[in-house]
């Protein structure tokens, strides 16, 4: 498969501030490659050399010419907090960055497309935030771009907008379209993304499959249960080959599959410990990123709710249960071993 | 799509975004008439008594010409670019065919469209308000070139000043500092003999020096030679339009 973009050894230094540290990167036709990272790791910058909007040193080429030279017909771009003219409606935005082109789309297509054919006579300050950075991604494709680059596409549109964004954006992959996108959002990124890169400090430290990532660098499904007796509740699960570890209020149980979980709730029962709840999830690149990049989240219990949270916003991987439905839990899953 | 194509593209959307900027449309067209009331109206020109004011009305168009000829493109131009930059739209332009040079031609035609029309409520209202003279016809279709030029000299010059200000506010503070004492040292409301000897020279450094003389030679003293004023002011122009579009930001 041919590459559309390619990065050898990319630095870039502002000052005595290395914001791009060697970067090697490699996006393949029609791939969809997802670039994470902390606020200031560099991703921002990655995209502008890619685009050609800041100097820096290394070799750079898409779709076989340096990032000044592309065609500017074969590309696209949404900036990180772009924002165009906030006096033209949505068509009048369309039409003009269509107009600047050798080529566009047809205006009430791309209306359509990003969901925005009700409101396309209002003006782009009218508009919702949502709506607003959907005009911008409509923007990015008036020349139906061969690579889009988008730099985070869905900060500030809600859930259910983001959602008709990513159906966008898996349409025009499908059509063969390369896309690279920064985000923050991991659901985001596992979801749309064929190959994910975390940049840390500059440096572009993992890439692979979302699925890779998560069996390298994840870890296993967790367990967590709140507690108010945690040691004594970790002993326990320990003592029957668990592993558990004690938080201030929880405990925090590794490797655990769903079949598992009675298991482990009949430990606690007959160790008569009470609890508040139980958190089950499986391991999600939120977890790769946090790992990675050596974040936490502050107080006690933090990679559980870190792992809750992640899959959450999958909303098909967490189970909770409270301690009064505990024992349904168990059933449910001896029946499930049945 | 040809580079004219793109150029209006880019005007009409700039088009579109001043027009519907109802303040800025106001004091763009407010500000002239204020002046002409001030100056032509309530002082009034006083030909025997020295002083400010002390030549006929119609010595003073140019002067009144020169406030937007001068002000609005260097603000408008220089906000622009600000704007344009805050909003990181010139990384987006950075990546479409539209050149730095076509990005600035199409906002010079809005201004000189802007100006044109603001040009023309001045001299109708030097004309209604003032006992200046109707200028020849020949004088009338002359101002054009020296307007055009004089809005693309400046539009140059606000392309520098928003490359170089950091902010808005700071274009604007800027575009005022210069603006001011070069409306009031170019020969427009201050004659040379109002000005100490050895300031004589430094006003020929102005280039809306070269405005001034010209539009005056064409509407207030027909006869008079206004062709090295036009041919400089054409070569300024040139000049500062050039320097202006590669002022223009690309990159970071």
């Not at chain 1, 390298?216 to 570890?245: C, K, Q």
């Not at chain 2, 603001?118 to 279709?141: E, K, Q, R």
Request: proline letters at 5%; charged letters at 20%.
């Amino acid at each position: 498969m041919d590459e559309a973009v390619v990065a050898a050894d990319v630095t870039k230094r502002y000052g005595e501030t290395v914001a791009l540290d060697g970067v090697d990167l490699s996006v393949a036709d029609g791939e969809v490659f997802g670039l994470i990272g902390p606020n200031g790791a560099g991703k921002t910058t990655l995209v502008r050399a890619l685009t050609g909007t800041t100097a820096v040193d290394g070799e750079i080429a898409v779709e076989g010419n340096a990032p000044t030279a592309v065609d500017p017909d074969r590309i696209g771009l949404l900036p990180q907090s772009f924002s165009p003219p906030a006096r033209l409606t949505a068509r009048e935005l369309i039409d003009y960055y269509g107009g600047l082109y050798e080529t566009a789309r047809e205006t009430d297509e791309i209306l359509s497309t990003v969901g925005l054919a009700e409101d396309a006579d209002s003006y782009y300050e009218t508009l919702s935030g949502g709506q607003q950075r959907r005009v911008c991604v409509g923007i990015a494709l008036v020349n139906d771009p061969d690579v889009l680059f988008l730099d985070e596409p869905t900060t500030g549109i809600d859930p259910a907008g983001r959602r008709s964004l990513w159906s966008v954006l898996e349409t025009l992959a499908d059509g063969g379209t390369t896309i690279l996108l920064t985000s923050h959002s991991m659901a985001e990124v596992q979801r749309l993304s064929d190959r994910v890169g975390l940049l840390q400090a500059g440096r572009l430290v993992a890439v692979g499959t979302p699925a890779e990532l998560i069996d390298t660098h994840g870890g296993g499904s967790r367990l967590v249960i709140d507690t108010d007796a945690a040691d004594a509740a970790a002993d326990a699960l320990a003592a029957e080959g668990f592993d558990a570890t004690a938080e201030p209020t929880s405990i925090i149980v590794e490797g655990v599959s769903p079949v598992d979980i009675g298991d482990a709730v009949a430990v606690l029962s007959a160790a008569d410990i009470a609890y508040d709840s139980l958190t089950w999830a499986e391991p999600s690149l939120e977890d790769v990123y946090l790992q990675l990049t050596g974040e936490t989240f502050e107080g006690a219990g933090a990679r559980g709710a870190a792992a809750t949270a992640t899959a959450a916003a999958d909303s098909t991987t967490t189970a909770v249960v409270d301690g009064d439905s505990a024992t349904q839990a168990e059933q449910a899953t001896q029946e499930g071993r049945q | 799509m040809s580079r004219a194509q793109r150029i209006r593209a880019e005007a009409t959307a700039a088009w579109h975004s001043f027009l519907r900027r109802r303040t800025a449309v106001f004091f763009t067209f407010f500000f002239p008439v204020l002046l002409v009331v001030i100056f032509g109206v309530l002082v009034r020109t006083q030909p025997t008594d020295g002083g400010l004011f002390a030549e006929p009305a119609g010595y003073y168009l140019p002067g009144y010409l020169a406030t937007v000829v001068l002000f609005t493109p260097l603000s408008r131009v220089g906000s622009e670019i600000a704007r344009h930059r805050d909003d990181n739209r010139f990384e987006k332009l950075a990546t479409t065919p539209l050149t730095r040079v076509e990005w600035l031609l199409a906002h010079t035609v809005v201004n000189v469209a802007i100006i044109g029309l603001a040009s023309l409520l001045i001299l109708g209202l030097v004309l209604l308000l003032t006992d200046a003279a109707v200028p020849p016809l020949s004088g009338l279709v002359l101002l054009i070139p020296f307007i055009v030029s004089a809005v693309v000299l400046f539009c140059g010059f606000g392309a520098l000043l928003g490359r170089l200000a950091d902010t808005q506010d700071g274009v604007i503070a800027a575009s005022n500092t210069i603006a001011l004492p070069l409306l009031f040292l170019s020969d427009t409301f201050i004659t040379l003999e109002q000005l100490p000897a050895w300031f004589g020279p430094l006003v020929a450094l102005s280039p809306l020096t070269y405005f001034a003389r010209g539009v005056r030679a064409v509407t207030y003293a027909p006869g008079d030679p206004y062709a090295t004023e036009l041919a400089v002011l054409a070569v300024l122009a040139v000049a500062f339009f050039v320097a202006g579009a590669y002022a223009i930001p690309r990159t970071d």
